[in-house]
């Protein structure tokens, strides 16, 4: 069964930081951009960091350039988020997802169940 578990989410106060990790299992996704979303309660899903699958080129959103940094290891078939500097507008259910890239979820066709980060002011 291919799939994607995020790990790493939890509460930190404002300023703080967290990491996150999403593994892949079912398939290699070295082929695949893998791309971090995040969805606030009341909230539409949006971008927040991605990294293609070839050249390791990453992107971000404005609202956390600087501050977060997206990895990947091909041999493990894992990502990871590293949040830094974090503020209660953060606060979100975040999710990894494997596509074809960009910044829209319509490119990314498979899905983790998200995990929770909340920040605290």
């Known amino acids: 069964q291919v799939q994607l578990t995020e790990s790493g989410g939890g509460l930190v106060q404002a300023g703080g930081s967290l990491r996150l990790s999403c593994a892949a299992s079912?398939?290699?996704?070295?082929?695949?951009?893998m791309g971090w979303f995040r969805q606030a309660p009341g909230k539409e899903r949006e971008f927040v960091a991605a990294i293609s699958r070839s050249t390791g080129f990453a992107y971000y959103s404005a609202s956390v350039k600087g501050r977060f940094t997206i990895s990947r290891d091909n041999i493990k078939n894992t990502a990871a988020l590293q949040m830094n500097s974090l503020k209660p507008e953060d606060t979100a259910v975040y999710y990894c997802a494997a596509g074809a890239g960009g910044t829209s979820r319509s490119f990314y066709d498979l899905w983790g169940q998200g995990t929770l980060v909340t920040v605290s002011s």
């Open positions: 079912g398939r290699t996704f070295s082929s695949v951009t």
